[in-house]
């Protein structure tokens, strides 16, 4: 069972940053997972955000984030990042982190309980 833990969520104002992280639990080693991270407004589905190869070596992004968010990882600490720059209000949602077998689709096997993102105008 793979245990996923979110971090770093809160108010922001437009234009603000945060950084989220997703660490996993010490029983588990990210490491043979590739990672994403998903997020969820108000009365919308669910929809994939960043996603990162085992190794870091690919990233990929929705278009609406390329440029301002980054996804990282560090499997040392077992932990995934979600750098997240020029906050805009459209950003607010439940951010989820998920862990996976396969890079593309995105992963999906095992969700975090997510952490809560505001930007306020």
């Known amino acids: 069972q793979v245990q996923l833990v979110e971090s770093g969520g809160g108010l922001v104002q437009a234009g603000g940053s945060l950084r989220l992280s997703c660490t996993a639990s010490?029983?588990?080693?990210?490491?043979?997972?590739?990672m994403g991270w998903f997020r969820q407004a108000p009365g919308k589905q669910r929809e994939f955000v960043a996603k990162?190869?085992?190794?870091?070596?690919?990233?990929d992004y929705v278009d609406s984030v390329k440029g301002r968010f980054t996804i990282s990882r560090d499997n040392a600490k077992n932990t995934v990042y979600l750098q997240m720059n020029s906050l805009k209000p459209e950003d607010t949602a439940v951010y989820y982190c998920?862990?996976?077998?396969?890079?593309?689709?995105?992963?999906?096997?095992?969700w975090g309980q997510g952490t809560q993102v505001t930007v306020s105008s």
């Open positions: 998920a862990a996976g077998g396969t890079y593309s689709p995105p992963p999906g096997n095992y």
């Open positions: 010490a029983r588990t080693l990210i490491s043979g997972y590739a």
């Open positions: 990162i190869t085992t190794s870091g070596s690919m990233t």
